[in-house]
């Protein structure tokens, strides 16, 4: 096996709001899933540019009904980005192991357009 094996993931929400990047997700808990997780979220412009904007956010421990609220700071260029493309997609993908051993022990990815 290349990936460590997925899970299922589901966008509530993703909107910007007062210069940030607000995100809703579900990831049932799993008695086993190892936390913390790294949370990279990607948004995509198409067009001439196709521009990619990485987010890399930790999550510490695992919530206990799966629902995760997260909130990222836009920079300038990201706000700028977003007022000139109607409909970029926002990819996310969380990652579970032991960061510091570099060990990764479950993966899920999901997207949606913003």
């Known amino acids: 096996m290349i990936t460590p094996p997925g899970l299922p993931l589901k966008i509530n929400s993703a909107l910007v709001e007062n210069k940030k990047l607000l995100l809703s997700f579900d990831c049932p808990p799993v008695p086993d899933l190892s936390f913390p997780a ?33 909130e990222t700071s836009l920079d300038s260029n990201t706000e700028r980005l977003l007022s000139n493309n109607p409909s970029p997609i926002v990819y996310l993908a969380l990652a579970g192991g032991t960061v510091y051993k570099k060990k990764v022990y479950w993966t899920t990815t999901a997207s949606v357009k913003l």
């Open 38 to 70: 790294l949370l990279f979220t990607y948004i995509y412009f198409g067009g001439n540019s196709h521009t990619i904007i990485p987010f890399i956010r930790e999550i510490a421990e695992l919530s206990p009904d799966g629902i995760y609220n997260v």
